[in-house]
């Protein structure tokens, strides 16, 4: 038979076939009243998805098309902008501080680890010329999920921007954006939202604001005052992905009505469930368990057994695909994620896919131990 | 009953159910070897039907995005550039230049007006130091196609590197990048190419190259080095938009399975009976006829009749859509797209539905008189 794919990268997920079918929805124009008055009714559930009274601005792009709009609007050069790294995301935000210009302040956390507040207090003391903080929500390179109420909170002591990187963790992770504090809001629609990629969404506090209008950075397809002008009419400013507006719609419709909160709790238990199930087999997480997400889990590749051997195996012969390491993290480390479409039967999958491949390299794993370990949490053994 | 739309606008244009098919499938891992092949073979398809033997890149942004990194990988400050501009698409080319710093030199033709060689001859002979021009291939604001034969001789002859913007005209009229010398040709998915939009195409000559290799200006989602480098490996820089590449592939095929010159001569054929049928009604065409787009009719709105009353009478009682008119030709022409997935009885449809609204409007009108006219095209009595 054809192979059946088990998707569990941390995107693009799964998507539903209620989204399926939206994607396949005839064309129609996306200058028309119609669209518009659908653009309409998604704004009011992307700002209930995303918790925000904030415009939500929806550009066709990716998720790091989203982070540079939130840097070519904000960031002139020689702006001092603090970078908070622990992976790749964290890489990449600081990147395109660097690419704009900034003077860019550092901090650096050992990729598994979260940031640690403390660090980031005395760097902010240390430079109160910092005008913007970037931070990943969801570090999707490494399974860790940093604190950005925490860090909503030492950004306002001080004055500072905090842009957000929420790109994997939003619609999964509980992020209630206005009353943390997080001034510039980046998600996009291939993680917990469930939607194919190709769109990116933005939205700024009036904080945030401020500085888009003090910034001469060159943007035009990224320009934020562009779609700021567009939404006011609920439109875009260039021809937007329809049929992913479509899509994201059913996937925001699906989301709103089995409640944030259910949503957020799935995903804990789902976590929860995950993490037992690999350490009963004898496997290592990768970070500290307190800070992991319940998003997806990063674990360490057992003693003797290469890392991509085992994807392989587990795509070819079960059609399980988990990711791999990104960077310095590669062949070291794979990552089995949860997000979006997924329930405890998945996690189970996983389990039970994982314990066969790992048996048949050699490693001596106990069959059914992880699916048991599992199965508890879920049955309501095991304290989340 | 619920209305049936037919969507004659200049993008997004309709879409084959082999391409609505294509938009349903399954998410798979954009970093799957499987996916890898798909887009080798996908990047195949799209050199043949750009007909160019360099590399083609495929950004996930509309049309715009696509301009932008045309722009933003090659332009630095203090740059001379030309542009060509008679329309509103042209417009957009040279404000990006702005952006990014460029002293642009604008030759400004009128809207409805083809861009004169010899003016642009005479204006690179003026500024030798001219290092870009930038040139619309398909205005589609005003249904114009302009001449990129001519323009990629004036530009090899001078030494300057010619971008064109395709976006809405590749795929239906015929543009031999490679033998024109077109050093930078983008298009996008949402015209021609009967895909939903989301995806931008840019393919660069090795002179084009050796530009991008000398700019300073700030880029990283649109970073085309980042996009070369990622393309080595049949994979992008940053996630894609998967279900479009899906989309676009299942297009390809019916393009390539038509053959480009049987679609060429379709669009052409089209082009003439949609004018034919126009002229017959009494109506104006904007542009002179030799330079009419063979993809959409500008049309003058008839005397007495305001545009937009007679296009929401089109789409409230006849469900088709037409365009309106852009900036300075708002309220003064409408648009009948016939690009990408169109054949002889939409164009009849155009006819038959615009012939009613004009009767209703108080327009005397012969009805069936256009329609008539479109018919003796098809009908091989009327030299193309």
């Known amino acids: 038979m054809s192979r059946k794919l088990r998707l569990m990268i941390p995107g693009p997920t799964p998507m539903p076939p209620q989204v399926a079918e939206a994607m396949a929805r005839p064309m129609v124009g996306h200058r028309s009243k119609g669209f518009a008055e659908f653009t309409a009714k998604l ?20 998720g790091t098309g989203g982070l540079e709009a939130a840097v070519a609007n904000t960031v002139n050069p020689g702006d001092k902008v603090l970078a908070l790294v622990a992976g790749k995301f964290g890489e990449r935000f600081r990147d395109l501080a660097r690419v704009f210009g900034a003077e860019v302040l550092e901090l650096a956390f050992p990729w598994g680890m979260p940031v640690d507040l403390e660090t980031v207090r005395a760097a902010l003391k240390a430079h109160p010329d910092v005008k913007l903080v970037l931070a990943t929500q969801n570090e999707t390179s490494t399974g860790v999920l940093h604190d950005i109420r925490g860090l909503g909170e030492l950004c306002r002591d001080h004055g500072a ?27 996009a629609t291939q993680k917990a939202l469930m939607t194919p990629p190709g769109l990116a969404m933005i939205s700024l506090s009036p904080k945030a604001w401020a500085l888009v209008g003090e910034c001469r950075s060159p943007r035009y397809y990224f320009s934020l005052e562009a779609a700021k002008k567009a939404h006011a009419k609920w439109n875009t400013a260039f021809t937007p992905a329809v049929s992913l507006f479509f899509a994201l719609d059913a996937a925001l419709d699906l989301i709103l009505a089995e409640g944030l909160e259910a949503v957020f709790a799935r995903h804990r238990l789902l976590g929860t469930a995950a993490r037992e199930g690999v350490k009963a087999l004898g496997l290592e997480l990768l970070p500290p368990e307190e800070a992991a997400s319940p998003l997806l889990t990063a674990v360490k590749g057992p003693e003797g057994v290469k890392v991509d051997d085992l994807r392989k195996l587990l795509l070819d012969k079960y059609g ?31 389990l039970g896919a994982l314990e066969m491949a790992l048996s048949e390299l050699g490693c001596k794993v106990a069959l059914g131990g992880g699916v048991a370990a599992a199965q508890k949490v879920f049955l309501g053994g095991v304290k989340q």
């Open 320 to 350: 399980v695909l988990f990711a791999g390491g990104q960077s310095e993290l590669k062949g070291k480390i794979f990552r089995i994620a949860h997000m979006g479409y997924v329930d405890r039967v998945d996690v189970i999958t996983a």
């Open 161 to 187: 921007v905090l842009a957000v990187d929420a790109v994997s963790g939003l619609g999964g992770v509980d992020l209630p954006a206005d009353a943390w504090g997080v001034d510039i809001l980046v998600t």
């Open 43 to 62: 704004h009011a559930k992307l700002q209930q998805v995303l918790q925000t009274k904030n415009e939500v601005l929806i550009l066709t792009c990716s």
